[in-house]
C-alpha cells in the first residue's frame, strides 16, 4: 500500500477567505490543507467518523479504537477484555455529542457506546434478542440527538430507534412493504402519529430524489434541504416539496466531481462544502450553481492526500475538518 494513502487521511482546510469573497484564482490558492496521521500518533489511518466537542477536542473513529486529539498529541481508546467499561469495540461509524457533553459512540458490530469525559469510562447498549426494547442491531451507523434530548440511532439492519436516556429504552421503527408510512428512501417522521412520510427515486419523476441510497443530510439557512445520494445532491424544498439535481457531467468542469456524496457542510457565507466517494472536496455556489473542485495535486504538499474519498465534514472555528478514507464511507449531519 502506498505510505501516502495509508497515513495520510485526516485533513484540516484553513478557510483564509471571508464571506466576501469569491471564487477567484487568488481565494484557491488561499485555502490549504494540513495532514495529520499515524506519525502524530493516531491509531489508524482508516477514519470513519470525527467530531469536534464543546471543549475544542477532535474525536475520530477509526479502525482500532477512538482517538481524541488536543491539537497536540492524539490518546487512543482501545477495548479491554478485561475492563468492562472500555470502549465495546470498532470501526466506530458515529459520533454525537449530547447536551450533558456526553459522548456517544457507534460501532460497527459492538453497539452503542456512552462516553464518560469524566470518568473516562464506556457504558455500553447492545441488542439484546430477550428484550425487544434493547437497541435493534449492533451495527450503528448514525447518532442523532434531538430538542427534546432523545438520541436517534440508525444501524445497519435494524431500521431507525429512539432511545430515551430516562428510561435507557429504544422505541424501533422499521421498513414494511405493506405500509407506505414506513422507512424507505427520504423520510420525514411526524412524532404525533409516529409515521413517515417517504420521498423516493422515481425515474418517470425528474424532479423526484434522484436515488435512494442516501449518504449525507444538511439543512441551510434558507430552510432548504440538501440530500447527498449515491446518484448526485439534491436540493429540497419543503415547500414544494421537489427536487432538484446536481449530477456530474464529464463535458462540464464546474459541475459536481463525483456522483457518489458522501458528506456536505454549508458554512457561514452560504456556500455548500461537498464531500465524495472519488471525486475529493468541492465547494458549491448556490448563486452560479457552479462547483469548485479540491484533488490532489502531487506537486503541492499543502493539497488533499492521493486519496479522494471525503467522508465528514465539520465547522471549527475558521476552518473545516474533514476525513479521508480509502476503505469505507459514513455520513455525519452537521447541525
Known sequence: MNKCR???????????????????????????FEHLSQ????????AHSVLQD?????????????NCYDGYRFTVFRNDAKDSTSISGYPIYSLCEDRSGSLWIGTFGGGLNKFNPTTKSFEHFTNDPKKPQSLSNNYVRAIYQDRSGSLWVGSDGGGLSKFDPSTKTFEHFTSDPKNPKSLGGLNKFDPATKSFECFKSDPKNSKSLSNNNIKAISQDRAGSIWIGTQGGLNKFDPKTQLFEHFIND??????????????????????????????????????TKTFEHFTSDPKNPKSLPRTQRVLAIIPSGQSIKITQNRFGWVPILVG
Open 54 to 66: 464543546r471543549q475544542g477536542y477532535i474525536w475520530i473513529g477509526t479502525d482500532d479504537g477512538l
Open 6 to 32: 495509508a497515513l495520510l487521511f485526516y485533513v484540516l482546510i484553513w478557510l483564509a477567505l471571508t464571506a466576501q469573497q469569491t471564487f477567484s484564482q487568488q481565494a484557491h490558492q488561499d485555502i490549504r
Open 39 to 46: 506519525e502524530q500518533g493516531l491509531s489508524q489511518s482508516s
Open 250 to 287: 464529464p463535458k462540464s468542469p464546474n459541475s459536481l466531481s463525483n456522483n457518489i456524496v458522501s458528506s456536505i457542510y454549508g458554512d457561514r457565507s452560504g456556500s455548500l462544502w461537498v464531500g465524495s466517494d472519488g471525486g475529493g472536496l468541492s465547494k458549491f455556489d448556490p448563486s
